[in-house]
């Protein structure tokens, strides 16, 4: 009986240390995505400030057009990021951090009900070595004291156990509906964000007054512009 028991319990708990080091996971994996979302968008800003102090946006205007139209594409891209970078952090990563912060809780009554086992396994173990024993008066005694001393200690381990085995399928099973809302915002707020960067890129093509080159004719012409410079003495091998 006590093996089927502890099968049952071992079966549950294992269960919510799996979901318990998915949440640890998942909310640093979502820490780390959120953190590399906002260098990537203050990176691209900071590239197009750089370019806006290039001593070439200062002799050619369509360049300072241009860069100028990049910038403002990048700063709003840095907005838009920034609100979803917020949003994640306020419905998904807050959340899961609050998920997890019952663990500790739960883990201290598995440990509380593992000493009341381990008390109810040593006060077993007394009460059927007297029982073994010749039946004299002196063992009598012991062996009823020694019952009269298992009896608390076996009720306390069995209403630890069977709150625990009642209450982990129930914390169990209730992960999706407190996930759900999180997902759902997450996913809402990547297809918000992805939609503003279509519309952004695409007012940014608009803004563009030189059609773009294939990636061949590119290479082809930035190619030959370094010939020209790589002919010029100043940078010719000695």
């Known amino acids: 009986m006590e093996c089927e028991v502890e099968r049952d319990f071992e079966r549950e708990y294992g269960k919510l240390q799996q979901l318990e080091e998915q949440t640890k996971r998942l909310q640093k994996d979502m820490k780390k995505s959120t953190d590399a979302d906002l260098a990537m968008s203050k990176s691209a800003v900071k590239i197009s400030l750089d370019l806006l102090s290039n001593p070439l946006c200062e002799q050619d205007q369509d360049f300072l057009n241009m860069v100028t139209a990049l910038d403002t594409a990048m700063k709003r891209m ?46 077993q173990a007394k009460v059927e070595k007297y029982e073994e024993k010749e039946k004299t008066g002196p063992v009598l005694a012991k062996l009823h004291q020694a019952r009269e001393e298992l009896r608390p200690v076996r009720d306390d381990f ?22 759900q809302p999180s997902f759902e915002s997450l996913i809402r707020a990547q297809v918000v964000y992805y939609s503003e960067m279509h519309k952004i890129f695409g007012d940014l ?30 940078v010719a091998d000695d």
């Open 158 to 179: 069995e209403a630890k156990n069977k709150q625990l085995l009642d209450e982990m399928p129930r914390f169990y099973n209730s992960r999706l509906d407190y996930f």
């Open 78 to 123: 840095d907005a838009f990021n920034q609100e979803k970078v917020n949003q994640i952090q306020k419905t998904v990563i807050e959340p899961l951090k609050k998920f997890g912060s019952v663990f500790p809780s739960l883990n201290m009554a598995v440990k509380r009900r593992e000493q009341a086992l381990q008390d109810y396994r040593r006060l």
């Open 205 to 234: 093509t608009q803004q563009l007054d030189q059609p773009g080159h294939p990636d061949e004719q590119r290479e082809q012409e930035n190619e030959a512009k370094l010939s020209e410079l790589r002919a010029l003495s100043i």
